[in-house]
């Protein structure tokens, strides 16, 4: 089974966890502020699709990965990560930095892309 990114969010607070293996019963979840943490659904908030889906080139064995979105000091991307079966890769962004982040090429991998304002956004690499 491919390994998907699984975050948990407070809204009261704004805390966000990253779960390594979920609670599959019904009935409970993370606790935060006291009311459990949300799970955060990727490509689900209605924000431009273009300018959050991140989008890769293959260049030799690196992963160009681009999202073409501001960084603007209050809205931007937070961060951009590849899954993997075997590994997790994040690289963390700041208002201003470009939005482009290199991974080492692996095939089958997941990217993700997480806005300070539109939340997360996914895109399977094809091979
Ligand atoms: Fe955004």
Do not use: G, R
């Given at each position: 089974m491919k390994r998907e990114l699984i975050l948990k969010k407070c809204d009261h607070c704004g805390a966000m966890?990253?779960?390594m293996q979920?609670?599959?019963?019904a009935d409970c979840g993370l606790i935060c502020c006291g009311?459990?943490?949300r799970t955060i659904q990727s490509n689900s908030v209605d924000a431009a699709f273009e300018k959050h889906v991140p989008t890769y080139r293959r260049i030799e064995n690196q992963l160009l990965v681009t999202v073409n979105h501001v960084m603007d000091?209050?809205?931007?991307?937070e961060w951009v990560a590849l899954v993997t079966d075997n590994r997790v890769g994040k690289k963390f962004l700041q208002p201003g930095n470009s939005a482009e982040v290199l991974f080492p090429y692996v095939p089958n991998g997941?990217?993700?892309?997480?806005?300070?304002?539109h939340g997360l956004w996914k895109k399977e690499i094809e091979q």
């Open positions: 966890v990253e779960v979920d609670c599959q019963c009311k459990p943490m000091e209050d809205h931007y991307i997941t990217l993700y892309a997480y806005c300070n304002k």
